[in-house]
């Protein structure tokens, strides 16, 4: 099998000279990667076959190889009028090694281990599903494809753009004689998301055309990228500092810093930045910034406005655990809709890698005696409560260390829980919490930091748990109140039980539940007066939302000394999410949502988590842990919640913004901003800029907005890319959100999230931030 794409209508010199050009634009994209002549890349760039499966039948060998352009995997297909299909590595969320996909492991023989492998892809995509001839072919896929990965992601924003652009200039060059004619250029300009009428399109091409020979070639491509990459807008910042011999010396640097970016900078910071990013030796011996050094610290995480201080673990960790909003998912279980779509151990997978720290788990009776994970009363598939087991104990702790809790709605016979908690116990082994950290009774809950690496269960409990420290209880089963969730009448007239029902519960089970014991909220005063500290409620978003309206300050003094779970209300079949913001805002900690879900409410939360190292764990606010508060998010008093700020937005610039439409070639953005603020209802706001026709690669709006802040520790700041349509609703271009408490103030570079919250690279908006005491 040929792993060389060849075209019928070169000679074999012409061939051969292509060959050698791909080869060449290989070892360039190497280079600027930094693998230039690295083993794993050459693999990859030579290819070979793997065995697709999809099930036990359908297995067909495929020949795959990465692109000269180091960012696309091209493989052979035999689909009718398709003979050849690529993929980006932009779009792998991870490579698996081993038969860790569902498909694998239920297509394939326990012996296959090691020469299987999965490329799981983000968003709805289905997992690429692969086995290599052998095992050392099936590591070098892996190890070679998560190298590229690593390395592309850790470009910086400034070599993501000259790779992707040169990329794009290499896809116009249609018969890659390395020149670029005029019809080249206005193809490439579709390309990056640029409209320009033919005049202006000639009149650049003019410009760069020094020798009048009718194309572009080597240091003309060179000063139409230079024109085309410009950045006026970082020129005119640059030319304001640079005081110097027309550059910025690390006094300028300094007093930039200080002045422009409101940081707590020294001299020695100053120079740090010098050393860092500038390139030229000779302005680094004066300790001097150049234009382009300037522009390489702007693009990097100095320049960035989440602060760089925030990215890793910053806050107290040991804090009791209901001091934290602890990242959640309802119904984890599902991919799709709550009715009919599948139930996957990959759900799982997924949420614990965006850091959810709570997940759900929905188990009944299943075949064989085996418990099994689904929506209840629906069509959803099912998946075994073992499976999900595994896949939990496998992927809970790679993006975070700190714990998770299991919460189990249990619908299970006696017999089944026996074994629920038997694959628990077998499974999870020592991390599973099985009985209270220290050798007596606990008043409060422990740390995080206590308990890194830990699983905790959240359900039903047949006594209290003082008993673990004595030997009085020696009943085997008995019975409790039916899960609260599962009781609840439900909206979408959803067969659903009695809430007077009871369940008979396994002392097994009811053993490894140890600070999270479900019980049925009755009230504010009667928690307070008769449960104890583990004793913990799940209530509907409509249940939540009434008493966060009307009770918000007795909502937050219940969440100083117990956890609330909070959940979608049974009407959301379609799995949509409620805004967390107002559950946030009376302290209730696991506020689970719709993971499967992309939706503004899923932005929100992921922004909600971005900093604190993205570890799932974030420390409320004083006043929402100091018992002699009297917070309340719908009236505001005075008190240390209050601090009036004023927050000031300037949307300067964007900077390759994606195509909305790739289906239509001459599809172009029609971009505008929206800048949207959560938190107490006083703070709620969104404004937007005016949109610019036609482009997507650098359009500059200028726009400044004002924004009255009254409890900035619980405001969130979203950022919102639009593609403006006049006659139906705009489609969304790109998002970004985060805490406004970790915004840095300045000219700050934006990055760009999708829909489902992956990185889009190299696009952003550039803004100048200012928040002021008002």
């Known amino acids: 099998m040929s792993c060389i794409r060849k075209s019928p209508k070169r000679s074999q010199s012409e061939e051969q000279a292509f060959q050698e050009h791909v080869r060449k634009v290989a070892q360039e994209n190497g280079r600027r990667l930094g693998l230039e002549g690295d083993p794993d890349l050459q693999f990859l760039l030579s290819g070979g076959t793997l065995v697709k499966i999809r099930s036990h039948s359908w297995q067909k060998t495929r020949f795959y190889k990465l692109n000269e352009d180091c960012k696309t995997v091209w493989h052979d297909s035999r689909r009718r009028f398709r003979q050849s299909h690529t993929f980006s590595l932009d779009d792998i969320d991870s490579v698996r090694m081993g038969r860790q996909s569902e498909g694998l492991n239920k297509h394939t023989e326990h012996s296959e281990e090691d020469v299987c492998f999965s490329i799981i892809f983000k968003g709805k995509k289905k997992n690429l599903d692969l086995m290599a001839t052998d095992a050392d072919q099936a590591k070098k896929w892996v190890n070679g494809l998560e190298k590229v990965m690593s390395n592309l992601h850790n470009l910086s924003r400034e070599k993501k753009k000259e790779h992707w652009l040169i990329n794009c200039m290499r896809k116009a060059d249609k018969n890659q004689d390395n020149k670029m004619t005029l019809k080249e250029l206005k193809h490439f300009l579709r390309q990056i998301n640029v409209e320009v009428d033919d005049s202006y399109a000639a009149e650049l091409f003019k410009q760069c055309d020094k020798s009048n020979s009718g194309t572009l070639e080597d240091t ?53 930045l010098i050393d860092k990013y500038e390139l030229d030796e000779t302005a680094k011996e004066k300790k001097h910034m150049t234009k382009d050094g300037f522009l390489r610290y702007m693009n990097h995480e100095e320049g960035s406005i989440l602060n760089p201080k925030h990215k890793g673990v910053y806050q107290d960790m040991n804090q009791p ?58 069509l959803t598939s099912k998946v075994l409560f073992r499976d999900v087991i595994k896949a939990i104990k496998e992927y809970a702790f790679k993006t975070s260390e700190y714990p998770v809790i299991l919460s189990l709605e ?65 009943v085997d089963e008995d019975t409790v109140s039916e899960e609260d969730e599962a009781a609840e009448v439900k909206d979408n007239g959803q067969k ?20 999270c014991k479900s019980v049925h909220f009755n009230g504010f005063e009667h928690a307070k007066d008769n449960q104890a500290f583990y004793d913990m409620s799940s209530l509907k978003e409509s249940k939540a939302f009434g008493l966060a309206q009307n009770s918000g300050t007795a909502f937050m003094h219940h969440n100083m000394d117990k956890l609330s779970r909070i959940y979608p209300a049974g009407s959301r079949t379609d799995s949509s999410n409620y805004s967390p913001v107002p559950m946030w805002n009376v302290g209730c900690q696991i506020v689970a949502l719709n993971f499967q879900t992309p939706s503004k409410e899923m932005h929100i939360n992921q922004g909600r988590f971005l900093p604190n190292g993205f570890c799932g764990y974030v420390l409320k606010p004083e006043f929402q842990r100091d018992p002699s508060s009297q917070f309340d998010p719908n009236t505001l008093t005075n008190g240390p919640w209050l601090k009036r700020k004023t927050f000031h937005v300037m949307i300067i610039s964007g900077q390759q913004l994606p195509k909305i439409n790739k289906e239509k070639h001459k599809s172009i953005v029609d971009p505008l901003v929206k800048v949207e603020i959560y938190g107490v209802p006083d703070d709620n706001a969104s404004k937007e800029t005016h949109h610019i026709d036609n482009n997507g690669f650098n359009p500059q709006w200028n726009e400044t907005f004002q924004f009255d802040i009254h409890v900035p520790e619980l405001a969130m700041v979203r950022f919102l890319v639009e593609d403006y349509d006049s006659t139906s609703q705009n489609d969304m271009v790109g998002q970004y959100c985060l805490p406004l408490s970790s915004v840095q103030n300045g000219y700050r570079h934006v990055p760009l999230l999708t829909k489902r919250g992956d990185v889009i690279c190299s696009a952003g908006i550039f803004v100048h931030l200012m928040l002021l005491d008002a």
């Open 496 to 515: 659903a039980k009695s809430k007077k029902s009871k369940m008979k519960l396994a002392k097994e089970l009811s053993d490894v539940v140890i600070y």
């Open 220 to 272: 003309e491509i060179k000063h139409f990228y230079d024109l085309l990459t410009m950045r006026t807008e970082v020129d005119q910042i640059y030319g304001k500092y640079a005081h110097t011999e027309g550059q910025i010396s690390a006094k300028d640097l300094l007093n930039f810093l200080l002045n422009e970016q409101r940081e707590e900078a020294t001299m020695q910071d100053a120079l740090k």
């Open 321 to 378: 655990l209901n001091h934290y909003y602890i990242s959640s998912s309802h119904n984890t279980y599902l991919m799709e809709d709550q009715l009919k779509g599948p139930s996957s151990t990959e759900a799982y997978i997924k949420a614990l890698m965006k850091s959810c720290r709570c997940v759900e788990l929905d188990c009944w009776d299943g075949a064989n005696g085996e418990p099994v994970i689904y929506h209840g009363y629906t």
């Open 410 to 474: 249990n619908h299970c016979t006696v017999e089944q829980q026996r074994l629920m908690a038997h694959h628990m116990v077998s499974i999870l082994g020592d991390a599973l919490l099985t009985k209270p950290l220290g050798d007596k009774m606990p008043a409060n809950f422990p740390s995080p930091e206590a308990l890194k690496g830990r699983f905790l269960i959240k359900g039903k409990r047949l006594n209290k748990l003082d008993t673990v420290f004595s030997s009085n209880s020696t």
